[in-house]
């Protein structure tokens, strides 16, 4: 793991453009001090770094480009734009069962269930959600489905993205990836594309206007180091110093 994590800082600063690196401090066993410098130094932040090499120094596997030209991928290609079309038809008829749903990041699971399922539909293509490294089944993390050509065995993964009509230039962070050993879900070399679908905003009478398909190749992420606590280590008894009840309306 300290293998993998070393060569991936190391390459992402290669890809990174800078043109005054930062005092990076590099220590066997990092101590809290060496790691706050190296956040106050601008350590903590890398921008313009490729998705493609991000994937491969994590998982040791590529991210192929996507070629409409290509035989293979044309197919796939054509096989998703029906599928999708399906789905934006099936979630966007009055007894749809996302208008039950308050809160647009509920909707997203049932986009994830119908994509498979129309996906998996086509006699060319076969869909399933991924298993992580040790073979378990994980819907969480990057990615939510994975496609399969079985013909020429070739792969590609989806991540599908609902996102408000009028936001797609929005700089509100909608994607994350994060490198592990354990629960990584990318096993294949493999075409890894999002799918954008856009919505009214409407609430619990959504409506999916139209979808937009990303080849992720040439993707470019942002690395932010941060420090964080769950409520778990929060509220942790020997951590708690007083407490408190609510009094009543009537005291």
Not at 153 to 171: F, H, I, Q
Not at 221 to 246: C, M, T, W
């Amino acid at each position: 793991m300290r293998a993998i994590l070393a060569a991936l800082a190391s390459s992402l600063l290669v890809a990174c453009e800078r043109t005054a690196p930062p005092q990076i401090v590099i220590e066997q066993e990092p101590s809290v001090e060496s790691l706050v410098t190296t956040v106050l130094n601008g350590g903590g932040l890398f921008r313009e770094v490729p998705f493609s090499s991000l994937v491969e120094i994590s998982t040791g596997k590529q991210v192929l480009p996507m070629s409409p030209d290509d035989p293979v991928d044309a197919e796939i290609l054509t096989r998703l734009d029906e599928a999708i079309g399906r789905v934006l038809v099936r979630l966007n008829a009055a007894d749809s069962i996302t208008h039950r749903e308050s809160r647009i990041n509920e909707v997203s699971t049932y986009f994830e269930t119908a994509l498979l399922e129309e996906i998996d539909r086509a006699p060319e293509l076969e869909c399933a959600y991924p298993r992580n490294a040790e073979g378990n089944l994980q819907r969480a993390g990057y990615p939510d489905l994975m496609i399969r050509h079985p013909e020429s065995g070739r792969v590609v993964y989806l991540d599908p993205k609902l996102v408000e009509e009028g936001s797609l230039d929005s700089d509100l962070r909608t994607f994350y990836f994060t490198p592990s050993v354990q629960t990584r879900k990318v096993l294949h070399d493999a075409s890894h594309l999002l799918v954008g679908i856009e919505h009214d905003g409407n609430a619990g009478n959504w409506k999916y206007l139209r979808w937009h398909l990303v080849d992720l190749a040439r993707f470019k992420v942002r690395l932010k180091a941060e420090f964080q606590a769950s409520n778990e280590d929060l509220y942790r008894p020997e951590l708690i110093i007083r407490h408190g009840e609510a009094l009543s309306s009537g005291k």
